[in-house]
């Protein structure tokens, strides 16, 4: 996959963290941002969307959740990607 | 959440069993099953659904994922809901 600028992939840091950094995408002049979450990060980057969503209130809107699995060494793990976009009020 | 029957929730069994618990559903005759799971279970969830896919190719189709939280004690948990539909063929 080629580096997408408007994205957000979720690791270790703490949720804040990736609101955060999602918040700063916007700021930057992205529409939309794709929080992206692979094994167990799935979990987190739904927290993020969560944590995102209840920051920003009616700012955000969810434009689709993507589920799918990649090759992981031998293992299949499974990855999610949130699109939200930023609402022009 | 009334209890659905079609829903699979997703716990601390091996992925198999939910595969088989949801390939189960759509031979009792449902069209449609949701893979739910809360918390660290989300990313499971997902793993479920690509298992499942895997496993049905062609005899599946993926409807909606929906992302939100619950509160669990004091904390709040992402959740996910994966519809499925089976197709006619």
Redesign the interface.
Known sequence: MAVEENVVVIGKKPVTDYVLAAILLFNEGYDEVIIKGQ??????A??V??ALANRLQDGIE?VD?????VERGRR?????E?KVRRKIV
């Not at 094994?39 to 987190?44: A, L, M, T």
């Open positions: 094994g167990n990060n799935v979990s987190k739904v927290d969307y969560n969810l959740v993507k589920i799918d699995s299949l793990v499974p990855v999610i949130i």
